[in-house]
T-cell receptor, first 111, second 113 residues
Framework: EAQVTQNPRYLITVTGKKLTVTCSQNMNHEYMSWYRQDPGLGLRQIYYSMNVEVTDKGDVPEGYKVSRKEKRNFPLILESPSPNQTSLYFC??????????FGQGTRLTVV | GDSVTQMEGPVTLSEEAFLTINCTYT??????LFWYVQYPGEGLQLLLKATKADDKGSNKGFEATYRKETTSFHLEKGSVQVSDSAVYFCALIVSGGYQKVTFGIGTKLQVIP
């Protein structure tokens, strides 16, 4: 089954404790991206990747890191999480110019 | 830059009512247009799409027509059901060296029996 898999689905952590949210897709898509969804703000892009070892900042990259060592994986790293990073996060993948497929989301709470 | 405008809602309708969610866009090139749906507790799913002017996308009784002259892609359904309660996002992609999906803010639809 074609899918984008994120883990974990839910995460509660403390300020400053490094965490990684994993994302994997099995559709051989070149393009992958991370979004955060906040009430009243919709979806905002954090980082994206056009292919292996090619990543770039989206609209709200501060406080986040990503890597793309393999085509299928695109982890999101929060080196020192803060409460303003409490949000619902989505990973997405697509072929260039085509519709995006989304993961189920990761609800992160930073206390 | 590119942008998508849609009402945030919530939009509350009775079952079997007619639905319209407006979506207008601005884009620097020739975009493909999409509607995504997000059911409670889930990720976004593609509902329908249109890739060029005058194309009509349709799925599950929903329709939207790509109107280049009015830069619009309004979502319609003739008779909504309680199960259609969700958040609906209008989105566009302008392909090129930089592929980015630009989303509207999302419109929450509540259908009451």
């Amino acid at each position: 089954e074609a899918q984008v898999t994120q883990n974990p689905r839910y995460l509660i952590t403390v300020t400053g404790k490094k965490l990684t949210v994993t994302c994997s897709q099995n559709m051989n898509h070149e393009y992958m991206s991370w979004y955060r969804q906040d009430p009243g703000l919709g979806l905002r892009q954090i980082y994206y990747s056009m292919n292996v070892e090619v990543t770039d900042k989206g609209d709200v990259p501060e406080g986040y890191k990503v890597s793309r060592k393999e085509k299928r994986n695109f982890p999101l790293i929060l080196e020192s999480p803060s409460p303003n990073q409490t949000s619902l996060y989505f990973c997405a993948s697509s072929l260039v110019g085509r519709e995006a497929f989304f993961g189920q989301g990761t609800r992160l709470t930073v206390v | 830059g590119d942008s998508v405008t849609q009402m945030e809602g919530p939009v509350t309708l009775s079952e079997e009512a007619f639905l319209t969610i407006n979506c207008t866009y601005t884009a620097t090139g020739y975009p493909s247009l999409f509607w995504y749906v997000q059911y409670p507790g889930e990720g976004l799913q593609l509902l329908l799409k249109a890739t060029k002017a005058d194309d009509k996308g349709s799925n599950k009784g929903f329709e939207a027509t790509y109107r280049k002259e009015t830069t619009s892609f309004h979502l319609e359904k003739g008779s909504v059901q309680v199960s259609d309660s969700a958040v609906y996002f209008c989105a566009l992609i302008v392909s090129g060296g930089y592929q980015k999906v630009t989303f509207g803010i999302g419109t929450k639809l509540q259908v009451i029996p």
